[in-house]
């Protein structure tokens, strides 16, 4: 059974910068890709930033240049390093998976998903 574990929401002030982390547990995917999404309070899930199974990123326009998303192929984990933090980046951040060669997708392509961690940006 895969797990999705996700850690490193926090508080930060705006203009802060937060290492979200994703750790894939019980994989025996030898390819996959994955994606961070997130949900503010009141509304939709959203997609944020993905890397397909060759190791390509996207990112939605409202973090281009602001996320990085990045993977330790050896420890099965996945990071996104948010930077210059806005205010309309609070939610929760879920990260997701899917096995086999893939690219990106909505919210109903991956087949696995964390339990969210909250990010709040406050002054």
């Known amino acids: 059974q895969v797990e999705m574990v996700e850690s490193g929401g926090d508080l930060v002030q705006p203009g802060g910068s937060l290492r979200l982390s994703c750790e894939i547990i019980?994989?025996?995917?030898?390819?996959?890709?994955m994606a961070w999404f997130r949900q503010a309070p009141g509304k939709e899930r959203e997609g944020v930033a993905y890397?397909?199974?060759?190791?390509?990123?996207n990112y939605e326009d409202s973090v281009q240049g602001r996320f990085v998303l990045s993977k330790d192929t050896a420890k099965n984990i996945f990071y996104l390093q948010m930077n210059d933090l806005k205010l309309e980046d609070t939610a929760t951040y879920y990260c997701?998976?899917?096995?086999?060669?893939?690219?990106?997708?909505?919210?109903?392509?991956?087949?696995?998903w964390g339990r969210g961690t909250r990010v709040t940006i406050s002054s």
């Open positions: 997701l998976a899917r096995g086999g060669l893939c690219y990106k997708g909505g919210q109903s392509y991956y087949s696995y």
């Open positions: 019980g994989s025996t995917f030898s390819d996959y890709c």
């Open positions: 890397i397909n199974s060759w190791g390509t990123t």
